[in-house]
């Protein structure tokens, strides 16, 4: 996976073995951060769901789904914030997962915008970002 040195990585890119898949990773970390945090950041933890519209819906429903908003390349989670959480979830074995150039257009524009960007190989390493993320805007 090739990741620009302008965007933070949490977790270990020489890692190889055997790991859950992204939608599990990220599951895991929504689920950490709605138990931790019931009456703050897990009640605006959200993913924008975007994946498989194109391959299972209609052409005219793709447009009007763009219409609404829907934004190509949006990370798996966005707490929206003074200073955005911004996280794209892949999985721990980074061989087995790419970063695709529109998730590094969106990243490095909510970086610019000021968010805390970062990509995580995998919850545990989400959750790392989470609490870095957590201590600057808490200061």
């Not at 990773?25 to 009640?43: A, F, K, V």
């Not at 996280?87 to 150039?101: D, H, I, Y």
Request: net charge neutral; charged share 25%.
């Amino acid at each position: 996976m090739i990741i620009p040195p302008h965007i933070p990585v949490y977790g270990d890119l020489s890692y190889r073995g055997k790991c859950d898949r992204e939608q599990l990773e990220q599951m895991s970390i929504i689920g950490r951060i709605r138990r931790e945090y019931p009456d703050s950041y897990g009640l605006i933890v959200l993913h924008p769901r975007n994946e498989g519209l194109k391959e299972r819906g209609q052409f005219s429903a793709v447009m009007r789904h763009n219409a609404e908003g829907m934004c190509k390349g949006a990370a798996d989670v966005i707490i929206p914030s003074r200073k955005s959480f911004v996280c794209e979830v892949k999985r721990r074995n980074p061989t087995l997962s790419q970063l695709a150039p529109e998730q590094i257009e969106f990243l490095t524009a909510a970086q610019k915008a000021g968010a805390f960007v970062c990509v995580a190989l995998g919850a545990v390493a989400a959750w790392e970002g989470f609490c870095e993320w957590v201590k600057e805007v808490e200061s």
